[in-house]
């Protein structure tokens, strides 16, 4: 740790793993596997949906949006991941961690929102279903998408200029990419602004959209309990199911990671948490839309028939 003010540093350390060093060739293996599964299973369901006429509604283009996101959040810091399993300690540029955190907060903050919005297409779904084409129209979805990524610009640039803007009192960071909680570490003097900053934004990032999928859900299980049959109720149930399973995984990480004071951090907690919600959840996701959804199911056969005729 190099001691008094650096505001003016240029380059950073991402310490990484170096805590379980031996453990390195392992963890690249298993990374790098995982990355490239992530991409090909987001860059198939994307492929599957666009071409598949009959997935052409606002709950497949939304899922298209998910997997365009998750293969975008992912390719932000898995090649800083690697790069650190293979060198030990990475020399990064001031620029490009601060493009790391601006493009990491805009693409995971986005996925935050368009949640919510798939959220409310299945509330409309269930609870509207005579008017839910007129409500979830083309010009609304794109609306909401367009509304995703405004929100994720906004909290990418206050929390990057923030603390980019801060003196700095050292200039390693504990951590495989530019994470924002060991960045505080960084800042001299008082934190406990940016601590309230940080939560401040991460309320608004995380809590207000999940509210949101709370209330939608509350009335979809209300609308879904007053139904007459059994059947009906389990197909609304299953519409909703694959989408309340990828919320509580994304969800449950951040919330943990953002949501909590300075004092309860822990630098080998913490890089599992992100490891969780950054490289895991975007691999399960496409697995919980295909594996439990007849619609894409049926598609993807359909898509490896005609590639064996």
């Known amino acids: ?9 240029s380059e950073f350390r991402l310490l990484g793993f170096s805590e379980i060093s031996h ?4 963890l690249f293996v298993v990374l790098l596997s995982l990355y490239v599964l992530t991409l090909m299973a987001n860059t198939v369901i994307a492929f ?7 997935l052409r509604t606002p709950m497949y283009f939304f899922l298209t949006q998910l997997s365009c996101l998750d293969i975008c959040y992912l ?7 690697l790069e650190n399993l293979v060198v030990g300690t990475v020399s990064i540029s001031k620029t490009r961690c601060a493009m790391q955190m601006f493009s990491f907060l805009f693409f995971g903050v986005a996925e935050c929102f368009l949640l919510a919005a798939m959220s409310l297409d299945r509330y409309f779904a269930v609870c509207y279903p005579l008017h839910y084409t007129t409500i979830m129209s083309s010009r609304v979805c794109r609306s909401l998408v367009a509304g995703t990524y405004i929100c994720g610009t906004a909290v990418g640039l206050v929390h990057t ?22 960045l505080l570490d960084l800042l001299c003097g008082n934190t406990f602004p940016s601590e309230i900053q940080v939560i401040v934004v991460a309320v608004f990032a995380i809590l207000s959209p999940f509210l ?3 209330y939608s859900y509350i009335r979809i299980i209300s609308t879904i309990l007053r139904m007459a049959s059994a059947e009906s109720q389990q197909k609304a149930f299953s519409t909703c199911s694959s989408h309340l399973l ?6 449950g990480t951040a919330s943990s990671m953002y949501l909590r004071p300075k004092f309860s951090y822990c630098a080998s907690v913490d890089k ?11 691999l399960l996701n496409p697995i919980i839309y295909s594996l439990r959804n007849k619609e894409v199911k049926g598609a993807l056969r359909k898509k490896w028939r005609k590639v064996n005729l």
Not at 1 to 9: C, E, P, W
Not at 161 to 182: M, V
């Open 272 to 282: 599992f948490l992100s490891l969780s919600y950054s490289v895991v959840t975007p």
């Open 75 to 81: 390719s932000v810091i898995i090649p800083t991941i």
């Open 1 to 9: 740790m190099i001691l008094g003010n650096l505001s003016g540093v």
């Open 212 to 214: 949101l999928i709370i």
């Open 23 to 26: 453990l390195r060739p392992l």
């Open 48 to 54: 599957i949906i666009n071409s598949d006429h009959t």
């Open 161 to 182: 200029l923030i603390t980019f803007s801060s003196p700095l009192c050292g200039s390693a960071i504990n951590h495989f990419f530019c994470e924002i909680q060991p």
């Open 246 to 251: 990828a919320v509580t995984l994304f969800y």
